[in-house]
């Protein structure tokens, strides 16, 4: 198993960016696919973004579509979410997962990071 640790979330205005970053602990890194999850309020969690193992194949929810940009270091243990052009409806508690199968929503978890978008 691994243990995930989010930052990078933040308070910013509409249409900047912002870049999540996300640690996994353990020796089995490179076999997990990892992605992100979030949760707006009074909403359900959402599938985002997620990378494959080797880091060359990406899916993205149509929501984020063209704004997001996952990736993924295997050396450093490390994947990301680039988010631009961010909106108000980007608000959420974003979550890192790894190993969900077809982005289902299960496998391990992150803590999560907040990240608000004004207008």
């Known amino acids: 198993q691994v243990q995930l640790v989010e930052s990078g979330g933040g308070l910013v205005q509409a249409g900047e960016s912002l870049r999540l970053s996300c640690i996994a602990s353990?020796?089995?890194?490179?076999?997990?696919?990892m992605g992100w999850f979030r949760r707006a309020p009074g909403k359900e969690r959402e599938f985002v973004s997620q990378?494959?193992?080797?880091?060359?194949?990406?899916y993205y929810a149509d929501s984020v579509k063209g704004r997001f940009t996952i990736s993924r270091d295997n050396a450093k243990n490390t994947v990301y979410l680039q988010m631009n052009s961010l909106k108000p409806e980007d608000t959420a508690v974003y979550y890192c997962?790894?190993?969900?199968?077809?982005?289902?929503?299960?496998?391990?978890w992150g803590q999560g990071t907040q990240v608000t978008v004004s207008s």
């Open positions: 353990g020796r089995t890194f490179r076999t997990y696919a």
């Open positions: 990378i494959n193992k080797s880091g060359g194949f990406t």
């Open positions: 997962n790894a190993d969900s199968p077809n982005r289902e929503g299960g496998g391990y």
